[in-house]
């Protein structure tokens, strides 16, 4: 039996008391992790978070469907070997839809990629692109930048001279800060594709006197990671199994920031948040506001990881590699097409249209470059990579112009029309059915669902020359 003095309406005081109580101390705490991360006082913290992002620019690119980019830079931070080296350098284009979830695309960018730097004032250099945002945090920039921007003051105009693109927001975090906000929200669940071991990571900083190496391994399959282990796991460069190439780096890299933003985006996560935010602290530099946070979150807080565009960008497509140690003087990769066109066409069409996904199409590419040289298996991956279904029809006899042929029978004109215009040709569609000469009708290839071929032809492939040359 209760004693007397609990009575129904003290024990609803008492909850509503307790509710206060743990709802005030996540508050407070937010908004001072919020003042921290964003460099303003808490109270004006309290009041962009009140506002919920309204009329921020990414409110405003969302309300006007209109694509955002945004750089992501990482680095190692304080007591590393070159502490604004961008080891990990990642594009994330957001497209807004009208109706329902916007579509994103994260493009993954190798640091070994030689090219021009733009320094600003009309100054270049070149060197790895990695090197881009620490010359402007080592003061090689626009002298005008602050302490807060220089890095990406020289990072994102290279970035945007190389991919055509313009960057509306920029994301710089060191390594710290990655491994906290791990942990901040309880690890991470991470598929890991294939085992491997990696007998070459680096055990400290060489600039501290420690250039050993330690050995690491990951098992296949599903891995929880606290924010140590997703670390090494998205920095292992030597690895075996295939993992010790750009392209499989790139990939486990998107898939630790996937399995980051699933559980900032559960309800623990959402709970964890003073904790991720303080995690951020002085070790993240970004260009975006409060309001513009809150926007991002409410923007694609219900996209489907699993349907995330998963692109890279390295020696496989629009790069190669220098032929180091023979040819050069160290691993460099670079642009097959030295005007940057190609690669700033195929960024510009990362998002092919609702209609197009909405066929499905069976995408068939053919090599009629006559130059052996993988064009066929390229364009297969390039248009997996944008969810198309292609496969890999090897060579076929030499021609120049690339075809689009239609064997769809009407079923995927929009994939074909699409295809059509990338590549800057019209449709070709197979000719009607024929009389056979016993009386009967020859089969008409354009009545039956062949999908769509693609024949590349050798002026596509004229911008994969792949002649070596430091302005490139």
């Known amino acids: 039996m209760a004693p007397r003095w609990v009575t129904p309406k003290r024990v609803v005081l008492a909850v509503l008391s307790a509710v206060l109580i743990v709802v005030g101390t996540f508050g407070v705490r937010l908004a001072l992790a919020l003042s921290k991360a964003f460099h303003t006082d808490p109270f004006s913290a309290v009041v962009a978070a009140i506002e919920g992002g309204h009329g921020s620019s990414v409110d405003v690119a969302h309300q006007n469907l209109q694509r955002i980019n945004i750089m992501?830079?990482?680095?190692?931070?304080?007591?590393?070997?070159?502490?604004?080296?961008?080891d990990s350098l990642m594009l994330v284009s957001i497209m807004p839809s009208a109706n329902g979830p916007?579509?994103?695309a994260e493009v993954s960018l190798p640091r070994d990629w030689y090219a021009p730097i733009q320094l600003g004032g009309g100054h270049t250099t070149v060197g790895r692109v990695n090197e881009a945002y620490a010359d402007g945090m080592l003061g090689r920039g626009p002298v005008n930048a602050s302490a807060l921007t220089a890095g990406a003051a020289v990072a994102n105009p290279t970035f945007e001279h190389l991919l055509g693109i313009?960057?509306?927001?920029?994301?710089g975090v060191d390594f710290q800060a990655f491994k906290e906000t791990v942990d901040a929200v309880g690890g991470v669940d991470v598929n890991v594709a294939n085992a491997f071991t990696d007998d070459?990571?680096?055990?400290g900083e060489c600039d501290q006197g420690d250039c050993s190496y330690i050995a690491v391994h990951f098992?296949?399959?599903m891995q929880h990671m606290n924010g140590r282990t997703a670390l090494i796991y998205a920095r292992s460069r030597h690895g075996n199994n295939g993992e010790g190439s750009d392209f499989a780096r790139s990939r486990r890299q998107q898939l630790v920031i996937a399995a980051l933003k699933q559980k900032v985006v559960s309800v623990g996560g959402i709970g964890s948040l003073p904790d991720l935010i303080n995690a951020l602290g002085d070790n993240v530099r970004t260009d975006l506001q409060i309001g513009d946070v809150e926007s991002l979150y409410g923007l694609i807080k219900d996209v489907d990881v699993s349907k995330i565009e998963h692109i890279s960008i390295d020696n496989t497509n629009f790069l190669?590699?220098?032929g180091y140690p023979y040819s050069c003087g160290a691993y460099w990769l670079y642009t097959n097409d030295k005007s940057f066109t190609s690669l700033a066409h195929f960024i510009d069409k990362l998002f092919?249209?609702?209609?197009?996904k909405a066929e499905k199409a069976v995408v068939t590419v053919e090599d009629a470059s006559g130059r052996n040289r993988g064009a066929s298996g390229r364009w297969t991956s390039l248009l997996s990579q944008l969810g198309f279904t292609a496969s890999d029809g090897g060579s076929v006899v030499k021609q120049t112009v690339t075809q689009v042929i239609d064997k769809s029978g009407g079923a995927d004109t929009q994939t074909a029309q699409w295809l059509a215009d990338y590549f800057g040709?019209?449709?070709?569609?197979?000719?009607?059915?024929?009389?056979s000469p016993s009386g009967g009708t020859a089969p008409a290839q354009a009545s039956t669902n062949g999908g769509v071929v693609v024949v590349l032809g050798t002026g596509e492939e004229k911008t994969f020359s792949g002649n070596p040359g430091v302005g490139s």
């Open 219 to 221: 098992n296949s399959g």
């Open 200 to 203: 070459q990571y680096p055990h």
């Open 352 to 356: 092919p249209s609702s209609a197009v």
């Open 72 to 86: 992501l830079y990482g680095y190692g931070g304080d007591g590393h070997n070159g502490a604004y080296l961008t």
């Open 425 to 435: 040709v019209s449709v070709t569609k197979p000719p009607p059915a024929t009389a």
């Open 166 to 171: 313009h960057i509306d927001h920029w994301i």
């Open 320 to 322: 190669y590699d220098c």
């Open 102 to 104: 916007p579509e994103i």
